[in-house]
């Protein structure tokens, strides 16, 4: 269930946000009680810190889709957690972009206010561009979201001890939290971030289970990840207190009960979180040799959204604490035999796409759904949507699913919906908007 390493690859190789601005205490929020419709429902979007280099996906393109007008927070993807279990950032090809996220200079067109970066100012960049987001969208929260599928392999490690943890979470929240960015020529400096982020998502995968070929992995990974939620909650919480604001702290988390009990001590954790975004996609990828869906609203016997909620509610989890993840994305695979619709039927290997195999943005997906060559088929019992031409298959969610999803979410007394990822919408933000209209019910 990958999230990131197409991501990762893509850095590597070019070299090298709730509505009001005061985030509550864990647990004093009206937004984690259950059974609630009231409320203003979260719209948590995953900003690329790569996007800009294949896909030129820009900060300033969040303004002028209407995309940040409808989001309440945007997870910024990704920090790493280096070997020797500290958050860190510089130039270094695959493991950290300091270049994007805060040296590159942009120009007047691709910056959000319109005005160019100048050779003296000390934060420039994705960070830059966000921080001039938030200007105009006050209401708008940051998060930096650490590790990730390929970013997640010295977590295990920084999470073992008590004085590991400590180290850890006090690195984290000096580079983040407080903006003590490396000095990067004019670049960085004590400060240079400060007031950007609003608080951190933990993005392991996964504590206690195999992820990426290289991530760390032990049987007291779950006990130590709720004793390293809890120590971000202790830091952030006593940071804020001298700030006299609060910061959220949120995590990625899984939807195989095998997972979920390997690595999370459900009750535990949600004290101290403020939200989880639970991963609704990559239910079947296009590695497998058969085509299936990646994100049904419901599936008997399988994976499913309805499946994921139960799962967690069952072990503890406040629904208003659950925040489903809906995907921006499609998996395909090619050589389908069997005839039909495609779905359930043998594939030869993953689908030919733009950016990695058998992984494609919505914004292509349209337009093969309007080439003529591919029909929409639409599981309706299900929720879920899938495209076929006889021999490609691309299993996605459109605006339909998506507005449904949505709706199911504001109907179940859900905590709101989360995307991964914002650079794969359309230059008018359809995707997004359709979550936001049924979010409100529409």
Not at 44 to 50: E, L, N, P, S
Not at 274 to 293: C, I, M, P, R
Not at 353 to 375: F, H, M, N, P, Q
């Amino acid at each position: 269930m990958r999230r990131s390493m197409l991501g990762r690859l893509a850095v590597a190789a070019c070299s090298l946000s709730l509505l009001t601005a005061f985030a509550p205490a864990a647990g004093s929020s009206p937004q984690n009680g259950e059974g609630r419709h009231d409320r203003a429902l979260r719209r948590v979007g995953y900003f690329t810190q790569w996007g800009f280099y294949g896909r030129d996906f820009q900060v300033r393109d969040l303004e002028t889709s209407g995309a940040a007008g409808r989001l309440t927070h945007i997870d910024y993807a990704f920090g790493n957690v280096g070997a020797d279990g500290r958050c860190f950032t510089g130039n270094v090809p695959g493991e950290a972009d300091a270049w994007a996220d805060y040296v590159r200079p942009l120009d007047a067109a691709d910056s959000v206010d319109g005005v160019a970066d100048t050779a003296e100012q000390p934060l420039a960049g994705n960070f830059n561009q966000l921080r001039e987001l938030k200007a105009k969208h006050p209401g708008l929260k940051v998060m930096i979201s650490l590790g990730g599928w390929s970013w997640s392999p010295h977590f295990s490690d920084a999470a073992l001890t008590p004085a590991s943890r400590t180290a850890f979470v006090r690195s984290c929240i000096d580079l983040y939290i407080k903006g003590n960015l490396p000095q990067d020529g004019s670049r960085g400096g004590a400060g240079a971030a400060a007031g950007l982020f609003d608080g951190i998502d933990l993005d392991w995968e996964w504590p206690g289970s195999a992820g990426d070929t290289d991530t760390t992995y032990r049987p007291e990974d779950r006990r130590n990840f709720a004793a390293l939620v809890e120590e971000f909650r202790r830091q952030l919480d006593a940071y804020g207190r001298e700030r006299r604001r609060g910061y959220e702290l949120s995590a990625f988390v899984p939807t195989a009960p095998a997972k979920i009990d390997a690595g999370f001590d459900v009750r535990r954790i949600m004290r101290g979180l403020d939200f989880v975004n639970l991963q609704g996609y990559d239910f079947h990828v296009s590695g497998e040799k058969t085509t299936a869906q990646q994100s049904a609203l419901r599936a008997r016997d399988d994976f499913s959204v309805e499946g994921t909620v139960e799962a967690w509610r069952r072990r503890g989890a406040p629904a208003g604490k659950l925040v489903v993840g809906m995907p921006f994305y499609g998996q395909g695979w090619t050589g389908v035999g069997g005839g039909g619709d495609g779905m359930g039927q043998p594939a030869t290997g993953p689908a030919p796409a733009t950016w990695a195999a058998g992984y494609e943005d919505y914004k292509e997906l349209k337009k093969l759904a309007a080439s003529g060559t591919y029909r929409v088929y639409r599981d309706r019992r299900g929720g879920h949507a899938w495209l076929f031409d006889g021999s490609t298959l691309w299993t996605y969610d459109d605006p339909q699913v998506l507005n449904a999803k949505a709706r199911h979410v504001r109907e179940q007394g859900l905590g709101g919906a989360m995307f991964w990822s914002l650079d794969g919408d359309t230059a008018d933000a359809e995707l997004t908007a359709a979550v936001d209209r049924g979010l409100r019910g529409r």
